[in-house]
């Protein structure tokens, strides 16, 4: 799921009820703080902005980590 999909699940989460919200080992900070700031939960940081040549979950890490070692 993208980070904007994991907002939404989060708001919809919450709005079923839900008072503990997470996510799984595929996904990154870029995810968890997109479900934060669509919570309520953190402010914005003017400063942080996201990097599009940055491999945005672990797993794309990973991937990107291994096919580097095989060339």
């Known amino acids: 799921m993208t980070r904007y999909q994991m907002a939404d699940f989060a708001v919809r989460a919450r709005d079923l009820g839900v008072n503990y919200i997470g996510s799984c080992c595929g996904s990154g ?3 968890v703080r997109e479900m934060a700031r669509a919570l309520g939960k953190v402010s914005v940081d003017p400063h942080w902005s996201p990097d599009p040549d940055s491999p945005m979950s672990d797993t794309e890490y990973n991937r990107r980590r ?3 070692s095989d060339d």
Do not use: D, F, L, S
Request: no cysteine; net charge positive; proline share 0%.
């Open 29 to 31: 900070a870029v995810h």
């Open 66 to 68: 291994v096919r580097g």
